[in-house]
């Protein structure tokens, strides 16, 4: 259910006393972002930043999807999780939405336990003016990339690691697409990740700035103002640079120019290992709500201890696995990287 309360009265924009006196955003700005709804995919180390950012800036409705749960290394980057929270055991949306609520109450804030593929990010994208990339893989950007170009809908791009970050706004029809950029993902193993290359939390935060940055100016209609092109940074070296992309719209492109939606096409269910951390997401083919009380008696007497629930999720160990089973019929087993072995994991103790 979303998280919301209503504004203080007449002291509704006294928050925004400071950003209103920014000539490009002023009174009519923030009503504009009062206004605006916006998708974030993605709530961990750049979707906790952006999320933080357009609550205290006062978007109005930001729906949070993210299909993980909190481990303790998330809390060196990622800002708005708290020792509370992972001793709560609580889902990356759930955690996010609770936090927001208590920062900005008159954000209405709709957390989603969900895992963003081709058969739900429709749904995701659903009434919403404006995505923001707050993920941590080519392939998921590339599905984005699909569904906003098919829609017509802007999205922001980001990506970080180590030191490093990049940034691009994208308007279907006005800039080039990330195919229009990058026309296929990299294959797996070339392109470094936080978990093979580290990330600092400076970058992170840097990142994320630049794309609330494009945020503001799209949702409050300053398109002219957008940065065209694709922005670098480092900073542990302290640069900065811009890669201009005015005229590198390609009308060749599979997606905005052919509209070819290959990465919506594509079926993903069935297992993918989670690059460096030894585990495995599990997805049905076909979504369907757990019984968890139903789960947990099933597992009783089975699995190494009883299982831990909460509303979210449900978690147990067998052997060497630790299972996290959500609602929607996902499961993340860490303990594997072999798809085959977590599907069997699966299909033994969760089912077909």
């Known amino acids: 259910m979303p998280i919301m309360a209503e504004p203080d009265g007449g002291a509704r924009f006294d928050r925004y006393a400071r950003q209103r006196l920014f000539p490009p955003l002023s009174g009519e700005g923030q009503q504009r972002l009062a206004d605006a709804r916006v998708t974030l995919i993605g709530c961990g180390a750049l979707g906790s930043a952006i999320a933080d950012t357009l609550a205290r800036a006062g978007v109005g409705f930001l729906r949070l999807v993210d299909r993980d749960f909190l481990e303790l290394n998330n809390l060196q980057r990622q800002v708005l999780f708290d020792e509370d929270d992972l001793a709560a055991g609580l889902p990356k949306a759930a955690a996010a939405a609770a936090k927001l609520s208590r920062i900005n109450s008159s954000v209405r804030c709709e957390p989603l336990v969900a895992d963003c593929n081709a058969s739900s990010i429709d749904a995701m994208l659903d009434g919403v003016q404006l995505v923001l990339d707050g993920t941590d893989n080519f392939e998921t950007r590339f599905l984005i990339n699909d569904a906003a170009v098919k829609r017509g809908l802007p999205w922001i791009y980001g990506a970080c690691v180590a030191a490093t970050g990049m940034v691009m706004p994208i308007v279907p029809g006005r800039t080039p697409c990330l195919r229009c950029v990058w026309p296929e993902p990299p294959p797996p193993g070339i392109s470094p990740t936080c978990d093979t290359a580290g990330i600092i939390a400076p970058a992170v935060h840097i990142v994320a700035a630049l794309q609330c940055v494009e945020a503001m100016k799209l949702l409050t209609g300053r398109h002219d103002d957008l940065c065209r092109g694709l922005i670098q940074i480092d900073a542990w070296s302290g640069t900065f640079d811009v890669f201009e ?108």
């Open 245 to 352: 992309l005015r005229d590198a719209r390609d009308p060749g492109c599979p997606c905005c120019g052919r509209r070819q939606f290959d990465f919506l096409a594509s079926d993903q269910g069935g297992a993918a290992a989670l690059c460096g951390r030894n585990a495995v997401q599990v997805r049905p083919r076909q979504a369907d709500v757990i019984d968890f009380e139903l789960l947990a008696e099933r597992l009783a007497g089975v699995v190494d201890a009883p299982p831990v629930r909460n509303r979210f999720m449900l978690r147990f160990r067998v052997s060497r696995y630790d299972v996290t089973v959500f609602r929607d019929g996902r499961a993340i087993i860490q303990g594997t990287d072999d798809p085959d072995e977590a599907r069997s994991v699966y299909a033994k103790y969760i089912g077909n």
